[in-house]
């Protein structure tokens, strides 16, 4: 992720000293949510209030570690190039992760519990480009030993 995002890694987690030792080794900036039980939307909005001054966003999750270099640099370009949203699509199905251009800079820092940013991409679904890719990795989140496995 590091290396499609120039190095401007932002990792928000919950105060876990294992975890935070482990994320010490990568190329990141970590950033501590002590309100992450409350929900991912917390996470988002202390993201993007650490690194206000961006001119926009790229929300990856870090329980979908199998999404491709490329597609986080093809949802990069879409932002550069104007979009406002950005998603990649597979199939015609919509998956992760999702950049945001700074227009969405306050709502997203108002974001609060567990539905993400959803609720902003379907207000302004008009504003959402899909960005076609071959890229699997999109949709496969690990939230389990069976997932691992599979």
């Known amino acids: 992720l590091s290396a499609a995002c120039s190095g401007n890694v932002i990792v928000v987690t919950r105060r876990d000293p294992d975890l935070i030792r482990l994320l010490e080794t990568c190329?990141?900036?970590?950033?501590?949510?002590d309100q992450a039980a409350q929900g991912i939307g917390t996470s988002i909005a202390v993201a993007v209030a650490s690194a206000?001054?961006?001119?926009?966003?790229?929300i990856?999750?870090?329980?979908m570690p199998f999404v491709r270099r490329e597609t986080v640099i093809e949802i990069?370009?879409?932002?550069r190039g104007g979009a406002y949203i950005a998603l990649p699509t597979m199939d015609g199905?919509?998956?992760?992760?999702?950049?945001f251009s700074a227009r969405y800079?306050?709502?997203?820092?108002?974001?609060?519990?567990?539905?993400?940013?959803r609720e902003i991409i379907n207000a302004d679904a008009n504003f959402?480009?899909?960005?076609?890719?071959?890229?699997?990795?999109i949709?496969?989140?690990i939230d389990t030993r069976a997932d691992i496995n599979r």
Do not use: M
């Not at 190329?27 to 949510?33: G, S, T």
């Not at 990856?60 to 329980?63: Q, S």
């Not at 990069?76 to 932002?79: D, E, R």
């Open 27 to 33: 190329d990141c900036r970590i950033v501590i949510n």
């Open 52 to 58: 206000s001054d961006a001119s926009g966003w790229v």
């Open 60 to 63: 990856a999750l870090g329980d």
């Open 76 to 79: 990069v370009a879409a932002l």
């Open 93 to 99: 199905k919509r998956g992760h992760p999702v950049g």
């Open 105 to 117: 800079r306050y709502r997203l820092q108002a974001l609060t519990g567990d539905t993400g940013a």
């Open 128 to 137: 959402v480009e899909a960005v076609s890719v071959a890229d699997p990795g």
């Open 139 to 141: 949709f496969l989140d």
